[in-house]
C-alpha cells in the first residue's frame, strides 16, 4: 500500500480524510485497486455512515462512471444529470460493476431511466434508508416496484419529485406496506390529482409520515 493511503488510515476518520482516501484510490493503478480496496474496506468498517459520502469534488474527478471504488460508499449523492446512468442497462451495469454490499443514500437525479431503471433499483438490497430518484421519468409502475419491494423495508425517507406518477403509484407509495418506516415521501411535481395527495396526505399523517406535495399553482405543499 502506498505512504499516503497508509498514513490517511492511521488517522482520525473526518471527511477530509475520507476525501483523501477516496482521492488515492480513484487515482490508482488499475493492477492495485481491488487490494486496495480490501485493505481500505477493513480499515474503514466502522467509520460512520455519513463520512463515508462522495462529494460533489470526488465526483467531479472521477475517471470512469463506475470506479471500483464507489462501493466503499455508505452514501452517494452527487449523481446529478445521471452521472451515465441514462437508461436501465445502465443502471443494471452501475450496480454489478460497483458491487456495493451496503449504501444507506441514495440520492440520484436527471437520469431518464423511467420504470424499468426503478424496477432495478427496487431489486437492489442494501439497506437503503434514504433514497431520491428525481427527474427520471418514473410513472405508476416504477412507484409501486419501489412501494413493494422489500429490499426498502429500511427507508426512512422517499422522494420522487418531478416525475410522472399517477395516482395509482402515489396511492401504492403511501400506502405501502412495506415501507412503514417512511418518515417523508416527496411526490411533488408528479402527475397526481389534488383530490388524491389530499386523500394520501390524511393517511400518511396518521402514520406519522410527512408528504410533501403539490399546493395551488404548483407551490408545495405539506401535510
Same mark, same amino acid.
Given at each position: 500500500?502506498?505512504?499516503?493511503?497508509?498514513?490517511?488510515?492511521?488517522?482520525?476518520?473526518?471527511?477530509?480524510?475520507?476525501?483523501?482516501?477516496?482521492?488515492?484510490?480513484?487515482?490508482?493503478?488499475?493492477?492495485?485497486?481491488?487490494?486496495?480496496?480490501?485493505?481500505?474496506?477493513?480499515?474503514?468498517?466502522?467509520?460512520?455512515?455519513?463520512?463515508?459520502?462522495?462529494?460533489?469534488?470526488?465526483?467531479?474527478?472521477?475517471?470512469?462512471?463506475?470506479? /471500483?471504488? @464507489? =462501493?466503499? +460508499? &455508505?452514501? *452517494?449523492?452527487?449523481?446529478?444529470?445521471?452521472? $451515465?446512468?441514462?437508461? !436501465?442497462?445502465?443502471?443494471?451495469?452501475?450496480?454489478?460493476?460497483?458491487?456495493?454490499?451496503?449504501?444507506?443514500?441514495?440520492?440520484?437525479?436527471?437520469?431518464?431511466?423511467?420504470?424499468?431503471?426503478?424496477?432495478?433499483?427496487?431489486?437492489?438490497?442494501?439497506?437503503?434508508?434514504?433514497?431520491?430518484?428525481?427527474?427520471?421519468?418514473?410513472?405508476?409502475?416504477?412507484?409501486?416496484?419501489?412501494?413493494?419491494? /422489500?429490499? @426498502? =423495508?429500511? +427507508? &426512512?425517507? *422517499?422522494?420522487?419529485?418531478?416525475?410522472?406518477? $399517477?395516482?395509482?403509484? !402515489?396511492?401504492?407509495?403511501?400506502?405501502?406496506?412495506?415501507?412503514?418506516?417512511?418518515?417523508?415521501?416527496?411526490?411533488?411535481?408528479?402527475?397526481?390529482?389534488?383530490?388524491?395527495?389530499?386523500?394520501?396526505?390524511?393517511?400518511?399523517?396518521?402514520?406519522?409520515?410527512?408528504?410533501?406535495?403539490?399546493?395551488?399553482?404548483?407551490?408545495?405543499?405539506?401535510?
Amino acid at each position: 500500500m502506498n505512504a499516503n493511503l497508509t498514513a490517511l488510515l492511521a488517522a482520525q476518520p473526518s471527511r477530509a480524510v475520507w476525501r483523501q482516501i477516496m482521492g488515492e484510490l480513484l487515482h490508482a493503478p488499475a493492477g492495485e485497486v481491488e487490494q486496495l480496496l480490501a485493505r481500505v474496506e477493513q480499515a474503514v468498517s466502522d467509520w460512520p455512515d455519513e463520512l463515508r459520502t462522495l462529494t460533489p469534488a470526488l465526483a467531479r474527478r472521477l475517471g470512469s462512471p463506475f470506479p /471500483p471504488a @464507489l =462501493r466503499l +460508499l &455508505r452514501g *452517494l449523492d452527487t449523481l446529478r444529470h445521471g452521472h $451515465g446512468l441514462h437508461d !436501465a442497462p445502465d443502471v443494471e451495469r452501475f450496480f454489478r460493476e460497483v458491487g456495493f454490499t451496503r449504501l444507506h443514500v441514495f440520492r440520484l437525479r436527471y437520469a431518464p431511466f423511467g420504470d424499468e431503471g426503478a424496477e432495478i433499483i427496487a431489486r437492489q438490497d442494501l439497506g437503503l434508508r434514504e433514497l431520491t430518484l428525481g427527474n427520471c421519468q418514473i410513472g405508476n409502475a416504477g412507484a409501486i416496484a419501489l412501494a413493494s419491494s /422489500p429490499n @426498502l =423495508r429500511e +427507508l &426512512r425517507a *422517499l422522494s420522487l419529485f418531478s416525475n410522472q406518477i $399517477g395516482g395509482e403509484g !402515489a396511492r401504492a407509495s403511501a400506502e405501502s406496506s412495506v415501507l412503514t418506516r417512511l418518515e417523508r415521501l416527496n411526490l411533488y411535481g408528479n402527475e397526481t390529482p389534488r383530490d388524491v395527495m389530499t386523500e394520501i396526505g390524511a393517511v400518511l399523517k396518521a402514520r406519522g409520515c410527512r408528504l410533501i406535495a403539490h399546493g395551488n399553482f404548483g407551490s408545495r405543499r405539506y401535510w
